[in-house]
């Protein structure tokens, strides 16, 4: 049961463009909604995260945005930089178990110079 | 200051082995979590420490994981008895009190079990 889904494995993007990975959730308990980026080798880097009670949350190039009627964020970097690149995890706490994150499969973002 | 870290970066065992990996938190942090990642996947959720109490295990695979955290900072998860399918990346992640929900990630330790 896949709580916490990303339904692009890859994402190509200009630099200088805008950059959207998407998220979709089941479980309506979920509390904060959490961005992840990975580069090899490396443990998850925290990016930005957002409260179930609000729709928007942003932090310089970075910005989140939940539609909790929909059950879905969405994360947009602008513009986007080739140190980008790496792979972008949404995480989801709450649920059966307060501490935990539930994370989703990853996306690769690639950012073309 | 000084990040999560992990120790050792690296394991190879052999199918049968014990072996122990070792999580130091980030200093004052309360809660300690451990993760499984296997490859091409999300991190997926072990067990939760608050300070040495273990508050949730239900992700543990098996009885052949334990973790402990006996004064509240360093952790160490153990495998006994080492299978083909615990090769993964083990993360340990901490957080504060405060704003618990953002967790930070030690590098992770990758298993071998050949």
């Known amino acids: 049961d896949q709580q916490v889904k990303q339904n692009s494995p890859s994402l190509s993007v200009q630099e200088g463009r805008i950059s959207i990975l998407n998220c979709d959730y089941t479980?309506?308990?979920?509390?904060?909604f959490l961005w992840y980026k990975k580069y090899p080798a490396e443990g998850p880097t925290f990016l930005i995260s957002i409260s179930s009670i609000k729709d928007k949350n942003e932090d310089g190039r970075f910005t989140v945005f939940l539609n909790k009627s929909a059950k879905h964020l969405s994360l947009h970097i602008v513009p986007s930089q080739p140190g980008d690149s790496a792979v972008y995890f949404c995480a989801a706490r709450g649920g059966t178990s307060y501490g935990k994150l539930t994370f989703g499969q990853g996306t690769i973002l690639t950012v073309h110079p | 200051g000084a990040g999560v870290s992990q120790s050792p970066r690296y394991k190879v065992a052999k199918r049968g082995q014990d072996v122990a990996l070792r999580c130091d938190p980030i200093s004052g942090h309360v809660s300690l979590f451990w993760y499984q990642q296997a490859l091409g996947q999300g991190p997926e959720f072990l067990t939760y420490f608050q300070n040495e109490a273990q508050l949730d295990k239900s992700g543990l695979p098996s009885d052949r994981f334990f973790a402990e955290r006996p004064e509240g900072s360093v952790s160490t998860l153990k495998i006994q008895r080492t299978q083909q399918e615990d090769s993964a990346v083990y993360l340990c992640a901490s957080s504060s009190g405060r704003r618990g929900y953002e967790q930070y990630f030690g590098p992770g330790t990758r298993l071998t079990v050949t």
């Open positions: 479980n309506s308990m979920f509390d904060y």
